[in-house]
């Protein structure tokens, strides 16, 4: 009997030294998105990474075999960049695969610095899936038209045109995985130092569908090519209006839902494309800061519903070793100095709006001086450059 009692014991003691391993794996691969240092990563179980990721289980298994080169890109050369975008998402009308965020993170774990670079949706850009040129926002959904499912690959290009910075790797969210994750964490809590007002973006007419846009308001948006109207589209309302219509916050601390972090980093009209852009950088560092404590990692139900919100609604292109990996790395980087930068319509934003382009065109952003060399040279130096002062919540 003291021998099965033994035995009993020692499976008991086995068991739990399985389920710590276990635990341990869940919230060391913890993952994606809105990161910082190169990710915030993840480990559930091997349907929901695959949805996420394009590696499979075995090559992460052989990628820990000692001995087996398990670098990640970039990291041989001190810095590691990821870019990072946000939509509304798939098959929803309004321009659901149009990148409204597009974010080029870097970071040097070896010297305790990470950066962030916004580009501005209406930078216009080559868009290679279509070989032409468009506003930057439509080069994801170029790439996934008719199921080429190349989004990710050709925002790659255009970023790393753009900033002159190889891209290693990219991950896109929508905005249901986005207001989820907020949720999961419990919330994100921000100090304002006055009250923060959207009024008129919720509001705007849109071409009328027959989802969202239903209200006729007898107006049509036109679209005109050598002075003659070539097509016009009625434009109608949301009678359910995002965000409550008039989107508003309180001065002062107090902590943000998903559905209000999502108004938040959204709201651009009665600002501008480029505030928005700064409010999404200070977001996304206190999701970062939150998925990463330690009372967010040790809550089951908390690393549980990040995981649903992640699994359907976020997509990358690292394998599984690489989340890992890029995990292990920050967890080795204390207090990371942010050096960040938003491209903005000014001498020291890099960019322009030239007035002499087609109506059709629209609203467009071209970089000052004709090419990218300015831009490539902040981009390049951004670690050493002093931190852009007016990116924190006013």
């Known amino acids: ?143 996934e038209e008719n199921g080429k499912k190349q989004g990710l690959e050709e925002m790659k290009k255009v970023a790393q045109e753009v900033t002159g910075l190889p891209i290693h790797y990219a991950a896109s969210i929508n905005f249901a995985g986005f207001k989820q994750l907020i949720d999961a964490i419990g919330g994100i809590e921000i100090t304002l130092e006055k009250p923060f007002e959207e009024s008129l973006q919720f509001n705007e007419p849109h071409v009328c569908d027959s989802r969202v846009f239903t209200v006729p308001t007898g107006k049509f948006e ?79 139900s908390k690393v549980n519903a990040m995981l649903n919100a992640l699994g359907d609604n976020v997509r990358m292109d690292m394998q599984l070793w690489e989340m890992q990996k890029g995990y292990e790395l920050y967890k080795t980087a204390s207090n990371l100095q942010i050096y960040q930068r938003v491209l903005e319509n000014s001498e020291e934003g890099l960019l322009y709006n030239p007035t002499d382009m087609p109506k059709e065109v629209g609203y467009i952003l071209l970089p000052i001086g004709g090419n990218y060399d300015r831009i490539h040279e902040m981009a390049k130096n951004i670690f050493t450059l002093p931190a852009q002062s007016d990116i924190k919540p006013k």
Do not use: H
């Open 222 to 300: 036109i679209k005109k090519r050598n002075g003659r109207i070539t097509a016009q589209y009625p434009l109608c309302t949301n009678p359910n209006k995002e965000c409550g219509g008039n989107f508003k916050l309180p001065a002062g601390k107090q902590t943000l839902n998903g559905d209000q972090a999502l108004c938040y980093v959204r709201s651009r009209v009665t600002s501008s494309d480029f505030e928005r852009a700064k409010r999404q950088q200070i977001v996304i560092q206190l999701v970062k800061d939150k998925m990463l404590s330690v009372g967010t990692l040790t809550d089951f």
């Open 1 to 143: 009997m003291a021998y099965l009692g033994n035995n009993f014991d020692a499976r008991e003691k086995n068991k739990e030294k399985f389920y710590k391993k276990r635990w341990f794996k869940i919230f060391v691969v913890v993952v994606v998105i809105l990161l910082l240092g190169g990710g915030i990563f993840a480990w559930k179980t091997g349907s929901i990474l695959n949805r996420i990721s394009k590696g499979g289980l075995l090559q992460s298994l052989v990628k820990n075999i000692p001995g087996v080169s398990n670098e990640l890109k970039g990291e041989k050369e001190g810095r590691i960049n990821v870019l990072l975008l946000g939509m509304r998402g798939e098959n929803i009308p309004g321009g659901g695969l149009l990148a409204d965020t597009i974010i080029v993170a870097s970071i040097n774990s070896k010297e305790n610095k990470a950066s962030m670079i916004s580009i501005p949706r209406d930078l216009y850009v080559n868009n290679p899936a279509w070989g032409n040129k468009t506003k930057i926002n439509a080069v994801y959904a170029a790439g």
